[in-house]
């Protein structure tokens, strides 16, 4: 199921028409983009803006995978009332405290177990030099281990796992797919995500815009310099109409984002879920 919204280019279409093939013939059960509309470098957070909708896109899917587990399962290996755990992977500039402002919230107050781990570096674990460096700052894949990690820790005795992705988390969910040695998985949502082609879009859209501040952020190898002032906050991340101060209470919490996994989602290693295999 794709769940759009207008304005979306063909191209963006076909991109995500692909992606899906992938998915289905690899035999993942099911797959929901949630498509943002409007610029921004992943839509708007999840937390602040269309948090009910985006919810609800997480909700629906996992009622649909319920069904299925226990379609196709015995009542002593999966019960029916069993609904499966939900892994929320944040993206670029942000750590779990993002899915923990009401979203997160949501869907346990609906029913579900849910995780929200933070990615190497970022959150909680925050190392600002690490996310700087060309030798020791995490790849995309680095990000993707991580959560391979969290899934095994996860408790055993239900149905497969969803797993979520958000902007860039989007981008490490489809890698995840084509992850051999994952974990089995319920099924994967992305919401306003990284496309397969990766972000040079909006990196040639925000050298245009920003072009004094993109080239020190990159000589610098500071991408956190892309998230300082609170107009460009609201335009990468918000609604137009969110007040100032959720506006600011935001880019306060926002951080440096790694260099290896930028060129990463620019080129180096983009999205291939064709390469991977089954649920």
Do not use: K
């Not at 997160?104 to 970022?122: F, I, K, S």
């Not at 489809?174 to 990766?198: K, T």
């Amino acid at each position: 199921d794709l769940v759009g919204h207008p304005p979306l280019g063909e191209e963006s279409l076909l991109e995500l028409g692909e992606l899906l093939a992938d998915l289905f013939e690899s035999r993942l059960a099911l797959l929901l983009v949630a498509v943002e509309a409007g610029g921004g470098v992943g839509g708007p957070l999840p937390e602040v803006d269309r948090a009910g909708r985006d919810t609800q896109v997480v909700l629906d899917h996992c009622a649909i995978m319920s069904v299925m587990s226990a379609a196709t399962s015995s009542s002593e290996t999966h019960p029916p009332h069993v609904v499966p755990h939900v892994v929320l992977v944040h993206g670029a500039w942000h750590g779990a405290w993002c899915w923990r402002e009401g979203f997160a919230q949501r869907l346990e107050a609906a029913g579900l177990r849910v995780t929200t781990p933070d990615l190497p570096a970022h959150g909680a674990d925050l190392d600002a030099d690490r996310l700087r460096s060309l030798r020791q700052g995490p790849r995309l894949r680095d990000y993707v281990d991580s959560v391979v990690e969290v899934l095994r820790g996860l408790p055993t005795g239900g149905p497969p796992p969803v797993v979520v992705g958000h902007s860039m988390g989007g981008g490490v969910v489809q890698h995840l797919v084509g992850r051999i040695d994952r974990p089995a998985l319920g099924g994967a949502v992305l919401l306003a995500s990284m496309p397969p082609a990766g972000v040079w879009r909006v990196t040639l859209d925000t050298a245009r815009r920003r072009t004094a501040t993109f080239l020190a952020a990159n000589v610098r190898r500071d991408l956190g310099m892309l998230v300082v002032e609170p107009e460009h906050v609201r335009r990468m991340f918000l609604s137009p109409d969110t007040e100032d101060a959720v506006v600011a209470a935001v880019q306060s919490r926002l951080h440096g984002e790694s260099f290896r996994a930028f060129l990463d989602m620019l080129a180096l290693d983009r999205p291939r879920p064709a390469s991977g295999r089954g649920p």
